[in-house]
Nanobody, 115 residues
């Protein structure tokens, strides 16, 4: 079965960096686009970044563009989200997602940006 496991979250100061990982299994990873989403308290889940099967990438919101970078390692069946210059508004639970026959989600990893 499809499994997505995020890691790398934590508490970081304003302006700091974190690298999130999402290790996957149960599907042919190299064939699928992957996405990162986040959900802040009291807000809807929003997609943050996408990386295609060929490595083309994009970020969704102006608020993260230029600070967040998504990448993938097909040999490790893993995607990453490098987050730099973190701000308090980046505080959220971050999820990875893949759509194969349906949407699959990981359990999420908490990122807290604090002064």
């Amino acid at each position: 079965q499809v499994q997505l496991v995020e890691s790398g979250g934590g508490l970081v100061q304003i302006g700091g960096s974190l690298r999130l990982s999402c290790r996957t299994s149960g599907f042919t990873f190299s064939r699928y686009a992957m996405r990162w989403y986040r959900q802040a308290p009291g807000k809807e889940r929003e997609w943050v970044a996408r990386i295609g099967s060929t490595g083309d990438s994009s970020t969704n919101t102006d608020s993260v563009r230029g600070r967040f970078t998504v990448s993938r390692d097909d040999a490790e069946n893993t995607i990453y989200l490098q987050m730099n210059s973190l701000k308090p508004e980046d505080t959220a639970v971050y999820f990875c997602n893949v759509y194969t026959s349906r949407d699959y989600w990981g359990q999420g990893t908490q990122v807290t940006v604090s002064s």
